[in-house]
């Protein structure tokens, strides 16, 4: 790989830009999935995302939010108006746009796991 590959996937989820035409890395695509079921808020997300992982994705608060922010930025998700604003917790939901992104990611994914089951299926020659 060279060092512009390297940058380009470490920083895939950082830049918003790469984000429609890139796979999505795992934390993006958790957090996504946290919010397909409901609106939730930050701290929610973050118990979500370490639950459908099995506890192997901790996100950190900054990873969670810096995130966050991007996606809003890129208009996949908005915040949230609670029932009971006293809470003080900032919500977030998926856009229609959000949703449609998750659901190609979705099948992107399935494509690749199939065509993985079916080559690790196949006896050596």
Do not use: F
Not at 23 to 39: G, N
Not at 53 to 82: K, P, Q
Request: glycine content about 8%; charged content about 30%.
């Amino acid at each position: 790989m060279h060092d512009s590959d390297c940058q380009y996937v470490d920083r895939r989820h950082v830049v918003g830009a790469h984000m429609a035409n890139s796979p999505m890395t795992e934390p993006v695509l958790l957090i996504l999935l946290s919010l397909a079921e409901r609106p939730r808020h930050g701290y929610a997300i973050l118990q979500d995302t370490q639950e459908m992982s099995d506890g192997r994705v901790r996100l950190s608060t900054g990873t969670l939010y810096g995130a966050l922010s991007r996606l809003l930025e890129d208009g996949w998700i908005e915040r949230y108006e609670e029932e009971d604003p006293s809470r003080g917790k900032q919500s977030y939901r998926l856009t229609a746009m959000g949703r449609r992104n998750l659901q190609v990611e979705v099948s992107r994914l399935k494509q690749l796991a199939r065509v993985a089951g079916l080559r690790v299926a196949r006896k050596e020659s």
